[in-house]
């Protein structure tokens, strides 16, 4: 069936936030619509008519890729609107995410199954579970109640840490997952630290262009060393990092069975604590999409 586009007209003393919010928030139900809505909203303002379009799109069927995509080519097709260029097109995609699903089944099979279990059976073998100290009791089960606390780097620490980087030819990344691992330490007097990070499971070509959930947890052991100094720890988790990606294939969910980890509902399985750096990208296409676009995330 095609894909239904809603359309409503507000009244000008409607509050049409609370109507978009309440919208977005809406739960999906999966099993008789799609994943994805979409709904214009007509709204009089002091004699004209302002139009908001939502898109809201489950996170089942994207993920933070995608929207840099969905918003990339959203944004070139409303240029060529104000352009009245009708005949503009995107060029057209190699293959679709369901070609990549097939393919990832029947890829992921045999030896090359067996070969990524290997590594990372090897690589967890004895792995110690984080102990992080709490304030509160741990529920039975995880609830994910808590709270967030935002802070700013300075541009002095900014710039030392991008000098780090290449004075060792690491990552900013592997530089800010080796101070979490000695922070992670220092709180729980552990020297294995099992952090957990998303990586974008993108690393062919033809699945770069493509929208959909191809985010995979990939995980971060650190092993630490009373003897080691911290430009050497730099080294060996940047290494770390390189061969794991190499082995990003096995879906985390597989790795979880296969290591038969014994389950307990308070817990996160392998790792409890989760670590990501994001893009530091801002340039002028950037800013001009985020007059448009305001993105939202519906899990439910």
Request: proline letters at 4%; glycine letters at 4%; charged letters at 25%.
């Amino acid at each position: 069936d095609p894909l239904f586009i809603g359309e409503v007209t507000l009244s000008e003393g409607d509050n049409y936030e609370l109507q978009i919010t309440e919208d977005i928030n809406r739960p999906f139900d999966l099993s008789s619509e799609y994943p994805l809505r979409v709904k214009f909203y007509r709204i009089p303002s002091d004699g004209e008519e302002r139009i908001i379009l939502m898109v809201n799109i489950h996170h089942i069927a994207s993920d933070g890729w995608s929207s840099e995509i969905f918003q990339r080519e959203l944004f070139l097709y409303y240029e060529a609107y104000e352009r009245n260029d009708m005949g503009f097109r995107l060029p057209p995609l190699e293959i679709q995410y369901r070609d990549y699903a097939l393919w990832q089944r029947s890829y992921l099979s045999g030896s090359l199954l067996e070969e990524q279990l290997g590594y990372w059976k090897s690589k967890l073998s004895g792995y110690q579970t984080l102990n992080f100290p709490t304030d509160y009791v741990r529920p039975s089960s995880i609830d994910y109640n808590g709270s967030r606390e935002g802070f700013t780097l300075s541009r002095e620490v900014s710039d030392r840490l991008r000098a780090l980087a290449k004075e060792n030819k690491v990552t900013l990344h592997s530089i800010l997952l080796s101070a979490t691992a000695v922070l992670l330490s220092k709180y729980t007097g552990q020297e294995d630290i099992v952090i957990g990070s998303p990586t974008a499971n993108r690393q062919y070509r033809q699945t770069e262009g493509l929208i959909g959930f191809f985010v995979n947890m990939q995980v971060n052991r650190v092993l630490l060393k009373r003897s080691q100094d911290f430009e050497s720890l730099l080294r060996d988790v940047h290494q770390d990092q390189i061969s794991a990606q190499l082995y990003q294939d096995l879906p985390f969910e597989k790795l979880v069975d296969e290591l038969n980890v014994d389950r307990d509902t308070s817990r996160h399985p392998i790792f409890q604590v989760s670590f990501v750096t994001q893009s530091f990208v801002d340039n002028k296409t950037i800013r001009q999409q985020k007059q448009y676009f305001k993105m939202c995330w519906n899990h439910d």
